[in-house]
């Protein structure tokens, strides 16, 4: 995150997210462990709904702080959010809540779970 100044408007605030080979390595590996773990989930006979909305949220959490952002991005996660919980014939029907951007909350909290607290309390259970 930066603020630079920027005469004479005032402010200029704006987000710059590394594109780096190293960094894509990194988060293909991390991803890749994710969506494995969410397919696991997934899988077992008996499905856990917290755990698997856990592995969901957390690969929306790394698409928010891999990701370029622009709104369309950030929809595209979103979007891809619902998706995964739609795959398995859950409907998620509660709206994001006023003043609250799911985005933001992947990319201001620095942990998967401080991501998942801040919106299992409107989300879940889905």
């Not at 990194?26 to 989930?41: C, R």
């Not at 891999?66 to 996660?77: D, E, Q």
């Not at 709206?95 to 299992?120: C, M, S, T, Y």
Request: hydrophobic content about 40%; aromatic content about 14%; charged content about 25%.
């Amino acid at each position: 995150l930066t603020l630079q100044g920027v005469a004479p408007e005032g402010f200029e605030y704006s987000i710059r997210t590394p594109g780096t080979p190293p960094r894509w390595k990194e988060y293909d590996e991390e991803l890749s462990y994710v969506f494995g773990e969410l397919t696991k989930a997934i899988i077992k006979e008996e499905r856990d709904l917290n755990e698997i909305s856990d592995w969901i949220l957390t690969l929306t959490f790394y698409w928010y702080n891999f990701m370029p952002l622009a709104r369309g991005t950030a929809a595209c996660g979103y979007i891809g959010l619902l998706g995964l919980f739609l795959s398995i014939d859950i409907e998620i029907e509660a709206k994001v809540p006023p003043k609250q951007q799911v985005d933001w909350e992947g990319i201001l909290n620095p942990h998967p779970r401080l991501f998942i607290d801040a919106l299992k309390h409107w989300m879940y259970p889905a």
